[in-house]
T-cell receptor
Framework: DQQVKQNSPSLSVQEGRISILNCDYT??????FLWYKKYPAEGPTFLIS?????DKNEDGRFTVFLNKSAKHLSLHIVPSQPGDSAVYFC?????????????FGEGTQLTVNP | KAGVTQTPRYLIKTRGQQVTLSCSPI?????VSWYQQTPGQGLQFLFE???????NKGNFPGRFSGRQFSNSRSEMNVSTLELGDSALYLC????????????FGSGTQLSVL
């Protein structure tokens, strides 16, 4: 039972354009969402998060949008840079019940072309 | 501040053997979690330890076990290895508060032949 799904295994964009990565979840108990970025041979690194009481959180070039009614979140990267090329994982947590446990999506490989 | 350290980085074993992986969390972090990453499957939660106690457990068979020591360092053990256990095993640490972001190590790449 995949509770967090990233339906696009890969995404390719041109440098300077917007990258939009999508994520859907099924568990209505999830109330905290995170995005991680992973380069080959390295562990995932935290990018940005959002609590379910908000619908948008912005940090520099990165913005996460949360649509609770649709159980959907997205990560926008503007402008995209070649160094952003990595695998992006969406993750979710049910803070009251799961402690530090995160449920991850399958990941989306983002390629930013110069 | 040193990051999360996992040893070894690479490991090759044969079916039926057992393996122990090690994780040293960031100094001051009391929670250590383990995840398995396989191609196309994302990261699957194995278990979490906090103050030497298992606080949460994923849906893995009993062949997968772990422990945490008083200095918060953690070990993960897999017994009777199967080919399907080949994966990247990632350790993550945090202070242990609910919903907190995790800091990951670089992982141990396990190959079972």
């Amino acid at each position: 039972d995949q509770q967090v799904k990233q339906n696009s295994p890969s995404l390719s964009v041109q440098e300077g354009r917007i990258s939009i990565l999508n994520c859907d979840y099924t568990n209505s108990m999830f109330d905290y969402f995170l995005w991680y970025k992973k380069y080959p041979a390295e562990g995932p690194t935290f990018l940005i998060s959002i609590s379910s009481i908000k619908d948008k959180n912005e940090d520099g070039r990165f913005t996460v949008f949360l649509n609770k009614s649709a159980k959907h979140l997205s990560l926008h990267i503007v402008p995209s840079q070649p160094g952003d090329s990595a695998v992006y994982f969406c993750a979710a947590s049910a803070m009251e019940t799961s402690g530090s446990r995160l449920t991850f999506g399958e990941g989306t490989q983002l390629t930013v072309n110069p | 501040k040193a990051g999360v350290t996992q040893t070894p980085r690479y490991l090759i074993k044969t079916r039926g053997q057992q393996v122990t992986l090690s994780c040293s969390p960031i100094s001051g972090h009391r929670s250590v979690s383990w995840y398995q990453q396989t191609p196309g499957q994302g990261l699957q939660f194995l278990f979490e330890y906090f103050s030497e106690t298992q606080r949460n457990k994923g849906n893995f068979p009993g062949r997968f076990s772990g422990r945490q020591f008083s200095n918060s360092r953690s070990e993960m053990n897999v017994s009777t290895l199967e080919l399907g256990d080949s994966a990247l095993y990632l350790c993550a640490s945090s202070l242990g508060a609910m919903g907190e972001k995790l800091f990951f190590g670089s992982g141990t790449q396990l190959s079972v032949l």
